[in-house]
């Protein structure tokens, strides 16, 4: 049952905890979903979570420990015996199970995978612990449900209720060889209406999507985006069914992808979160703040160099920042655009005059419309007609600028194989704003004759 966390709720647990009322909390817990109970557990601390943790069922126990952020849960085991560890990670999927232990230390790992008792689960186990977290392998539960293209109807039923003992979610009835290859799928539907002492070569459905155990994991995320998968099917180098990938793993992937792309895009070079250390928060933001101090630096000594411009024309200097500001912000629309669309795999640029020849248009457009407004704002406001000039001319041609700018970047560095996010916020900002100053005197130079 999906449950409102009021702060009221959180309240009567503590106190039941407190009390040491274990039929309370469970009462109130036994129709909770475990990401809900989970959700109760954050704001509780270490001690108060572990009793909770300890009187609820060991499958939502597991479920719970398997919801928490990694280094959250790294922390909260320390609490745990290595028994009591054991007991969850036996309730666990075999992918879950390792995410858990290559969180432990290498003693720790081995005698929690002693204490296993379902030596099925601890041979997927060590399977898996060879793959690295970040491929399709490490992705990868071994639970599955599989038959064999030389069975019939019947016996593919009586093996499917025996697999789907260990398999929580029925995605997909996967098709094999002899020699475990995987040749196929099957759908539930097809099975349920054919008779039984049909064979299942005649029904499989040859024509199956999956992906080698090698693969990184953001093409893992691609793939299933692009077919919109529940489930893909992991083979390794010789087409052996080794495993699946649901979609739930995927979410994970692609939120990680998505935060660390905002934090490179914002100037964090590091992977954080708020509850990080001090040193670490100020380690992961601090190189770009560099740069940008750097850059802003270099702006003001770049407007040094017209400092005998401005002593004639001293309001020169009062429309700098709009120039600056309007460069920095087409560059990061600009550079957002590509890099979501590089990011998505969905596109192959063939043709890269006719993107560059659309950013143009669409730059030219933006800039008529914002240098024809701010000339109107001069114009009512009576600031000097030549001025005026300058400044829509400047405007114009930095919204052309920065656009070329914002677009061209991202696409060479993901060329070089370069993560194209890092163009984006403080390397674009600052080279948009040195490159608007620059094309602001230059204009002013020409249409003043200084």
């Known amino acids: 049952m999906q449950s409102e966390i009021t702060r009221e709720f959180i309240d009567q647990i503590e106190d039941a905890i407190e009390r040491r009322d274990a039929d309370f909390i469970l009462s109130n817990m036994e129709e909770m979903y475990a990401a809900d109970i989970t959700t109760v557990l954050y704001e509780l601390n270490t001690e108060q979570s572990k009793y909770v943790i300890d009187i609820l069922p060991s499958d939502v126990g597991a479920e719970i420990l398997s919801d928490l952020d990694s280094d959250v849960r790294t922390s909260f085991l320390k609490n745990f015996t290595t028994e009591e560890i054991a007991r969850y990670l036996g309730q666990m999927d075999s992918d879950d199970a390792v995410d858990l232990l290559n969180e432990q230390p290498v003693q720790r790992k081995e005698e929690i995978i002693a204490l296993l008792e379902d030596q099925e689960q601890v041979a997927d186990i060590v399977d898996l612990l060879h793959y690295d977290e970040d491929c399709a392998g490490g992705l990868m539960a071994k639970e599955l449900i599989k038959v064999n293209i030389n069975w019939r109807v019947g016996q593919c039923i009586e093996e499917i209720r025996r697999q789907a003992e260990e398999v929580e979610k029925v995605y997909a009835i996967y098709v094999v060889d002899d020699r475990d290859k995987l040749v196929g799928r099957l759908g539930m539907k ?33 793939v299933m985006q692009k077919y919109d998968l ?59 703040l560099m740069v940008g101090m750097v850059g802003g630096l270099l702006g003001a000594k770049f407007i040094g160099l017209f400092e005998g411009d401005i002593a004639i024309i001293p309001a020169l200097a009062m429309f700098t920042p709009l120039i600056t500001a309007t460069g920095g912000n087409v560059g990061i629309q600009s550079s957002s655009i590509i890099i979501q669309t590089l990011a998505s795999k969905t596109v192959v640029f063939d043709n890269f005059a006719q993107r560059i020849v659309k950013v143009l248009l669409v730059a030219i457009i933006n800039g008529l419309v914002m240098s024809g407004l701010v000339m109107g704002f001069n114009l009512l406001f009576n600031v000097d007609f030549t001025l005026s000039i300058v400044v829509s001319v400047a405007l114009f041609s930095v919204v052309l600028l920065s656009s070329f700018m914002g677009t061209v970047t991202p696409m060479i560095l993901d060329r070089f194989g370069v993560n194209p996010a890092v163009a984006a916020g403080p390397f674009i900002t600052t080279a948009n704003d040195l490159l608007g100053l620059a094309v602001y005197f230059m204009v002013a130079h020409m249409l003043y004759n200084l």
């Open 190 to 222: 097809t099975l349920i209406l054919t008779n039984d002492n049909t064979p299942i070569s005649q029904i499989y459905d040859a024509d199956v999507i999956s992906i080698e155990s090698y693969k990184d994991e953001q093409e893992v995320a691609t």
């Open 230 to 288: 529940d489930a893909i099917p992991v083979v390794n180098i010789q087409g052996r069914l080794l495993g699946r990938i649901t979609i739930d793993d995927v979410i994970d992937v692609i939120q990680e992808q998505a935060e660390l792309s905002r934090q490179l895009m914002t100037g964090i070079t590091e992977s954080i979160e708020e509850d990080d250390s001090v040193l670490r928060l100020s380690r992961a933001r601090l190189p770009w």
